[in-house]
């Protein structure tokens, strides 16, 4: 089975802070994503990566960086985190194109962030 | 960035009905997928499309890839109170890394 783990469900932290959320996927796949999602804009692409220490911006990219320096684990980091980042944050993978499942993203449960 | 018109925003379902919800855009996709999210959870893959014109079924659900390849429908037949949750379509357009765009996503929820 599938497996794509978020280290935390829910996280609180203060305006200001230097937040870390951690992702793990155990199915070899290339491709990872980070998404926030908000009622009713749905889920925006923040960052993602299509192979171990390459990023490509998404279409929010502004306020956070990410890191991959393994195949499974991508991370996404805010540096200085504001009320404004409040939100539920999923991770993604999927396999390369043109194999079986192809296009196919696999999510995590999500983080919900909550900045004070 | 570009989102996927997705329609109804909500609904409410009574069990035995049949619901349906479309997805359309602008641009032309080559792959369509719909994902359900269930409260607390990441969104699941329901059902894929990779062909236009394609018909798919899974259990009472059924979706179709459009002819212009620019939409996408789901339906649910015989709605059951565990159907409620948040369907999302997305698209994709062979870019490379597998990059998807989402609909803004349809909230199903029981008739009180």
């Known amino acids: 089975d599938v497996k794509v783990t978020q280290s935390s469900r829910y996280l609180v932290k203060r305006t200001g802070e230097k937040v870390f959320l951690e992702c793990v996927q155990d199915?070899?796949?290339?491709?990872m994503f980070w998404y926030r999602q908000d009622p009713g804009l749905g889920l925006r692409l923040i960052y993602f990566?299509?192979?171990?220490?390459?990023?490509e911006k998404g279409d929010i990219p502004e306020g956070y960086s990410v890191s991959r320096e393994k195949k499974e684990r991508f991370s996404l980091i805010l540096e200085s985190a504001s009320t404004n980042q409040t939100s539920m944050y999923l991770c993604?993978?999927?396999?390369?194109?043109?194999?079986?499942?192809?296009?196919?993203?696999?999510f995590g449960a999500g983080t919900r962030l909550s900045v004070l | 960035g570009q989102q996927l018109n997705q329609s109804p925003q909500s609904m409410f379902i009574q069990e035995g009905e049949d619901v349906s919800m479309n997805c359309t855009s602008s641009?032309?996709?080559?792959?369509w997928l719909w994902y359900k999210q269930e409260p607390g959870e990441g969104p699941v893959l329901l059902i894929a499309?990779?062909?236009?014109?394609e018909l798919t079924s899974n259990g009472r659900l059924t979706a179709q890839f459009g002819i212009t390849r620019k939409d996408s429908f789901l339906n649910i037949s015989a709605s059951i109170p565990s159907d409620v949750g948040i369907y999302f379509c997305?698209?994709?357009?062979?870019?490379?890394?597998?990059?998807?765009?989402f609909g803004g996503g349809t909230r199903v929820l029981v008739k009180p």
């Open positions: 993604a993978s999927s396999p390369p194109q043109g194999g079986p499942s192809q296009n196919i993203q696999y």
């Open positions: 199915m070899d796949h290339e491709n």
């Open positions: 990566s299509y192979d171990v220490k390459m990023k």
């Open positions: 641009s032309i996709f080559n792959t």
């Open positions: 499309l990779y062909k236009a014109g």
């Open positions: 997305a698209g994709q357009k062979g870019a490379a890394g597998n990059k998807l765009t």
